[in-house]
């Protein structure tokens, strides 16, 4: 089992920056593809970032793209999530999650393993 524990939300003013951090326990994720997902108030999960087991290869929403970046350390069992330029539509619960076979892919359902999530909330 891995378990997965998110980091570094709280309230930021509009163009502020925060960088969130995921760290897994349990299991070693160097092999699995590590993505962020968020939630907004009112609204489904979407898709945020993922990046694949070596770092390499990453993909971002278009909402996201050019302002945040997702990168890993697989000697932490960390990920992290750096968000620049916030705006208020980013107000969301960020999640971390996991996938172990390592598709790399948008789709919620290919990831296994879960955070508890961690509220970002972006002031205008």
């Known amino acids: 089992q891995v378990q997965l524990v998110e980091y570094g939300g709280g309230l930021v003013q509009a163009g502020g920056s925060l960088r969130l951090s995921c760290a897994a326990s349990?299991?070693?994720?160097?092999?699995?593809?590590m993505g962020w997902f968020r939630q907004p108030p009112g609204k489904e999960r979407e898709f945020v970032s993922v990046i694949d087991w070596t770092g390499d290869k990453t993909d971002y929403a278009d909402s996201v793209k050019g302002r945040f970046t997702i990168s890993r350390d697989n000697a932490k069992n960390t990920v992290y999530l750096q968000m620049s330029g916030l705006k208020s539509e980013d107000t969301a619960v960020y999640y971390c999650a996991a996938d172990s076979l390592a598709l790399g892919r948008r789709t919620l359902l290919d990831y296994d393993y879960w955070g508890q999530g961690t509220q970002v909330t972006v002031s205008s």
């Open positions: 349990g299991r070693t994720v160097s092999y699995y593809s």
